[in-house]
């Protein structure tokens, strides 16, 4: 894939745009009934970077993601990854996209419950190229002691980790991450934040959190603020915070 050098939010130089998404657009429509879950929105994504997409349910979060992410297409408009168009690529293309260069984290772990946190991890590294061992990804989220519990003798922050391990097991260019802790409690949300910023920073993977709470914003290096399918506004943070000092 061809290089891009673009000037990194912040000013540091070097690192280049990853995701560039132009006037995207996406309509729902159930017979007469027509939902604009997006509407025009542009957004680029830099490589390595952490981002916090931020809005209330139903401003169109969770579709950009799943754009971004292959699981699904726009109406109208582009998605360029490292200059190709994820939007002109057949279906067994865009398998191959999602297999190779995204990892995804959601809400709910979707762990299997007859096999370990390890073997969870494991089932990943069977079909990557390049995987981590399972044990390495395990210890990366502050699991190592925890690889062969089973997801019942694990806390609902736990098993959300081994679902992080799992997502960034294969090496993903991109983390991409929808309310990951919507179903957590404060102090086991920050423990989850945690283990993504450290993914971020020790892997270098691009990672975008989405999230209702205000508070998760400032972890990021940039915030792109939804409101109506739209991105109102995208800020940069003067300093990132660690998630152990935020005020949830």
């Known amino acids: 894939m061809p290089s891009l050098h673009v000037t990194k939010p912040g000013g540091a130089a070097g690192e280049g745009v990853i995701f560039s998404g132009r006037n995207l657009t996406k309509i729902y429509r159930t017979g007469e009934l027509e939902v604009r879950a997006l509407n025009g929105v542009d ?46 690529l057949s279906e067994s293309e865009l398998t191959a996209y ?55 003798q694990l806390s609902g922050g736990e098993q959300q980790r081994v679902a992080i391990a799992r997502a960034i097991a294969k090496r993903p260019e991109v983390l991409l991450c929808d ?39 400032d972890i990021a290096q940039r915030v792109a603020f939804f409101a109506d399918g739209k991105i109102i506004r995208v800020e940069e943070n003067e300093r990132q915070l660690d998630p152990a000092d935020i005020e949830w």
């Open 179 to 217: 309310e990951p802790t919507g179903a957590l409690d404060s102090k086991t949300g920050i423990l989850v934040l945690e283990a993504l910023v450290a993914v971020n920073r020790e892997l270098a993977t691009t990672t975008a959190v989405i999230t209702h709470n205000r508070a998760i914003k």
């Open 98 to 152: 999602r297999r190779e260069h995204v990892g995804f984290v959601f809400q709910f772990y979707n762990l299997i419950p007859s096999l370990t946190a390890r073997e969870n991890v494991g089932l990943v590294t069977e079909i990557a190229s390049n995987p981590m061992r399972p044990e390495e990804a395990l210890e990366l989220v502050g699991l190592g002691p925890r690889l062969n519990h089973f997801p019942s």
């Open 43 to 88: 957004l680029d994504l830099f490589e390595g970077e952490m981002l916090v997409l931020l809005g209330p349910s139903g401003s169109g979060k969770s579709t950009l993601l799943n754009i971004l992410g292959g699981l699904d297409r726009p109406t109208s408009g582009s998605v360029i990854f490292k200059g190709h168009n994820l939007t002109r």
